[in-house]
T-cell receptor
Framework: GAGVSQSPSNKVTEKGKDVELRCDPI?????LYWYRQRLGQGLEFLIY????????KSGLPSDRFSAERTGESVSTLTIQRTQQEDSAVYLC??????????????FGPGTRLLVL | SQQGEEDPQALSIQEGENATMNCSYK?????LQWYRQNSGRGLVHLIL?????REKHSGRLRVTLDTSKKSSSLLITASRAADTASYFC????????????FGSGTRLLVRP
């Protein structure tokens, strides 16, 4: 069965350019999460979508970051005017629902972003 | 902070030995999850232990939870080279427990 997929797997961009990262969750999963992982570090929560509810954007580090999700399908994370500190692996995860942390989150392979 | 802190930062053992890694946290929790991350398979969920549980097993994995000490341990028995990975704990509170917040993890190296 298909897991969470992300594209591109790698992205090299120049400082100041915009990038768009894509996540395809597991079919039927209503909850979708974006995280960032800097080299040698743990996860930083960015944003969470649950069905038609308003997303939890509390983890977005600045207004240069935004994300959208169409229904219960694909999500895109957009970083505008990229900075070198944005270089990291961006991970997407999905779960059946988000019920008090009881649901296992299934992760995609990530997009490795390098801002030169 | 909901973040868990793993200890030790790095652990090197021989294949067949047991590996123990620990997690400490600061807030009360509903549950705690352990994840593994390696270059081959990405980030994978291992086990979830609820706050009213003290011990849980899954195959060669044994997780304990001591809520009075705000700590958890992950034991991998009879380790294999394929267990080489980074291991992270994610304590979860009830209010925003869908947010996984990892520390720097324990980097485990299992030597063949």
């Amino acid at each position: 069965g298909a897991g969470v997929s992300q594209s591109p797997s790698n992205k090299v961009t120049e400082k100041g350019k915009d990038v768009e990262l894509r996540c395809d969750p597991i079919s039927g999963h209503t909850a979708l999460y974006w995280y960032r992982q800097r080299l040698g570090q743990g996860l930083e929560f960015l944003i969470y979508f649950q069905g038609n509810s308003a997303p939890d954007k509390s983890g977005l580090p600045s207004d240069r970051f935004s994300a959208e999700r169409t229904g219960e399908s694909v999500s895109t994370l957009t970083i505008q005017r990229t900075q070198q500190e944005d270089s990291a692996v961006y991970l997407c995860a999905s779960s059946l629902r988000a019920s008090g942390g009881q649901e296992t989150q299934y992760f995609g392979p990530g997009t490795r972003l390098l801002v030169l | 902070s909901q973040q868990g802190e793993e200890d030790p930062q790095a652990l090197s053992i021989q294949e067949g030995e047991n590996a123990t890694m620990n997690c400490s946290y600061k807030t009360s929790i509903n549950n705690l999850q352990w994840y593994r991350q390696n270059s081959g398979r990405g980030l994978v969920h291992l086990i979830l232990i609820r706050s009213n549980e003290r011990e849980k097993h899954s195959g060669r994995l044994r997780v304990t939870l001591d809520t009075s000490k705000k700590s958890s341990s992950l034991l991998i028995t009879a380790s294999r080279a394929a267990d080489t990975a980074s291991y992270f704990c994610a304590p979860a509170r009830g209010d925003s427990s869908y947010k996984l917040i990892f520390g720097s993890g324990t980097r485990l190296l299992v030597r063949p």
